[in-house]
């Protein structure tokens, strides 16, 4: 006694548009295929995640405008992947908003007033685990290629190891003297150097020229030997 034949089940629809698009021939007035370069442009930006999740920047953009702000938080977030920077956001922030009542003319038109309105947009982007110098050209970078319209305010966070109490005495000597060398070029700062430097210059011949040969000093030294 033969069995019954065993139903065959039919595929599914996305299967068989899935089919087709890989054994269906490619269209005759298809253009050339897209660099990947120009086809991430019209994708979301890629990321890389924070291992720690310590934060090392907050940069807040401003602007008037949406597409503006919302422009430049996608270009902030490309040049950050590039960097090898984990980034989040761009974080939605509170509007500003800010009006004013003005009178439209003065004396018995007083009442006569109108009213005007601005919106502050505001967007946040975090960088987690970069290091200070990678957050430093990342924020000269934006800065370079700063957008219309768009304000930038970075909080940047810097850590230092243990006992570093005991490192800032040292580096403050270290800044002092590079302090004391950069005012010794002032006038006020005189030394026994500074002095002999100056009537080098005035005995010299090119400072004689210009006093027609004469050295006002030289009577003066002359007279001390």
């Not at 269906?24 to 995640?49: C, I, T």
């Not at 030394?191 to 009577?219: I, K, Y």
Request: aromatic share 8%.
């Amino acid at each position: 006694m033969d069995s019954a034949p065993e139903s065959i089940p039919h595929p599914s629809p996305v299967l068989l548009s899935l089919q087709n698009a890989l054994t269906s021939p490619p269209e005759e007035n298809s253009g050339p295929r897209l660099p990947r370069s120009v086809q991430a442009v019209y994708l979301k930006p890629l990321r890389h995640h924070a291992q720690y999740g310590v934060p090392a920047c907050d940069l807040q953009l401003r602007s008037y405008s949406v597409r503006n702000v919302e422009f430049f938080a996608d270009f902030a977030l490309r040049a950050a992947y590039y960097l090898h920077l984990p980034a989040t956001g761009p974080t939605p922030l509170p509007r500003i908003t800010e009006r004013w009542t003005v009178p439209r003319s003065n004396f018995v038109h007083k009442k006569s007033q109108e009213n005007f309105e601005r919106i502050t947009l505001r967007r946040l982007i975090q960088i987690q685990d970069g290091h200070p110098d990678t957050v430093q050209v990342w924020l000269a970078f934006l800065r370079k290629h700063s957008y219309y319209g768009i304000g930038m305010k970075a909080n940047v966070w810097q850590h230092e190891k243990l006992g570093v109490g005991n490192t800032m005495d040292v580096d403050l000597q270290h800044s002092r003297q590079g302090i004391d060398a950069g005012w010794a070029h002032f006038g006020r700062k005189k030394n026994e150097e500074t002095s002999e430097r100056a009537m080098q210059m005035m005995m010299s011949m090119r400072f004689r020229g210009v006093r027609n040969g004469d050295a006002p000093l030289n009577e003066a030294k002359v007279s001390e030997t």
